[in-house]
């Protein structure tokens, strides 16, 4: 019993520590809506544009590599608990679950990283100092 108190109780400092951080985080937060985005992304043009949205997806990138850590922690404390065949769980048994987390958050974080890569190209391209550096399309 007192072994169940110290697992929730370790459990709710970590959650609380977690929502501390994650506050602390959103308050940089660009606090752009996806149509916003997407509309930026439409309408960019010059090196400021560029930043902009460079900075947002290094932003984002940011954010989900903090939640794909929390989810692979995750995963790996419930591969620890549950056994890897158990006939009488569900697809997706918890262990699938939290994998399934932690690729998406590592696939977003790719995602991000590539879009913040492209962003950071077109504004070093866009930017007066090299006008002549611009690389011919399929070079």
Request: aromatic fraction near 10%; glycine fraction near 2%.
């Amino acid at each position: 019993m007192a072994g169940m108190r110290t697992m929730m109780l370790t459990s709710l400092v970590v959650t609380l520590a977690s929502a501390g951080i994650a506050y602390s985080q959103t308050s940089k937060d660009p606090h752009y809506t996806r149509t916003q985005i997407r509309h930026m992304t439409v309408d960019a043009h010059t090196v400021q544009d560029y930043k902009t949205l460079e900075a947002y997806f290094y932003f984002r990138r940011q954010v989900f590599s903090s939640k794909a850590r929390e989810a692979k922690a995750e995963w790996v404390r419930r591969s620890r608990i549950l056994p890897i065949s158990t006939p009488w769980l569900k697809y997706p048994s918890p262990v699938d679950a939290a994998r399934n987390l932690y690729e998406y958050y590592a696939l977003k974080v790719s995602d991000m990283t590539k879009n913040a890569e492209h962003y950071e190209m077109l504004a070093a391209a866009a930017s007066p100092t090299s006008k002549g550096t611009l690389l011919a399309p399929g070079s």
